[in-house]
């Protein structure tokens, strides 16, 4: 087994261009061979990636391998759980219902990263509504190479535009229910789940950068340092107060480094240094609701804190 840290220091890193997800998808294979953690495996396959958007690629596979660990190690996967009306458990309208023993998914997903390039996709859907008016949900596992699966390409975002998403048509599709409560123990805690394993994954490609740039030792001490952070946080644990309360600072202490390691882009491959610029928005787009989660843990661990002030 390599150590990670020797690895990220000393292996070569690969240089040929990634074209596509499945490029992509293949080079983050060969990083799953060398470690056995999921957090480890984003780090490497962050490393081996070209760009931050096939880094964000392999940080977003293996939270969902972290979420779900029996599930194919050859298999692209999407979490399926955004719809119209947004990702809150009561605005999830797909419905689970069971004909002739067989369960079946029908609804709309308005949002699912990886798009068609996904064979696997972590649906969550509605059985009901529970006496106390919450919605009653459950996760399950999909085809998407079944008749009933409609996926639409979206535009690609103005930031990490080799990253796919689409919208999925479920029509009668046959589904495996996976055990536990689809909010509790598959869509709240994936979203803690998933932050920690890009970050990981971020943090992999930026030591790529850093040395393929020459940067001081000094940036790379700092980066092993925030890597090593992320991986001792209690991934088994992802909704616990104290873990969201160490991401917050892990997360600060990432924004400081970032901040310090600015100047230094001027060293960098300019089409390196380009993408960074336009993708860098990427790292940004959960960070209101990882605020919210942040806010909630205080409050859990300090109830006696007036926290309006």
């Known amino acids: 087994m390599d150590s990670l840290f020797d690895f990220l220091l000393t292996e070569p890193a690969v240089t040929a261009p990634l074209n596509d997800v499945a490029a992509a998808w293949t080079r983050h ?41 029996d599930l194919p190690d050859d298999e692209l996967v999407a979490m399926c759980a955004t719809e ?19 369960w079946l998914v029908n609804g709309t997903k308005s949002f699912a990263t990886m798009g068609a390039f996904a064979h696997l996709l972590v649906v969550i859907a509605s059985v009901g509504t529970a006496a106390d008016g919450r919605n009653r949900l459950r996760a ?59 970050l990981a994954a971020t943090l992999g490609w930026l030591v790529r950068v850093a040395r393929a740039s020459d940067w001081p030792r000094e940036s790379l001490q700092r980066l092993l340092t925030a890597i090593a952070a992320v991986r001792g946080l209690g ?24 901040t310090g390691l600015d100047p230094l882009w001027e060293s960098a491959d300019p089409v390196t240094r380009q993408r960074w610029e336009r993708d860098r928005p990427l790292l940004a787009t959960a960070g209101r609701v990882r605020g919210q ?12 804190v007036d926290w309006t002030e």
């Open 140 to 198: 399950t596992m999909v085809d998407a190479r079944e008749t009933g699966v409609r996926l639409t390409d979206h535009p690609a975002l103005a930031f990490a535009p080799e990253v796919p998403h689409a919208s999925v048509l479920l029509t009668d599709v046959p589904a495996r229910v996976l055990p536990g409560d689809g909010y509790l123990d598959y869509l709240k805690p994936f979203r803690t789940i998933e932050d920690i394993h890009v």
């Open 235 to 258: 991934i088994d644990a992802p909704t616990s107060p104290g873990v969201h309360i160490a991401l917050g600072g892990v997360f600060a202490f990432f924004g400081d480094l970032l």
């Open 29 to 69: 294979r060969v990083a799953a061979n060398r470690f056995d953690r999921p957090v480890d495996v984003a780090i490497a396959g962050g490393f081996g990636a070209d760009r931050l958007g096939f880094a964000f690629l392999s940080g977003y596979q293996e939270a969902l391998r972290t979420l779900i660990p």
């Open 293 to 304: 989660r942040l806010a909630a843990a205080w409050r859990t661990v300090q109830p006696d």
């Open 84 to 102: 119209e009306g947004g990702g809150h458990p009561s605005a999830i309208r797909t419905t689970l219902t069971e004909r002739d023993d067989v």
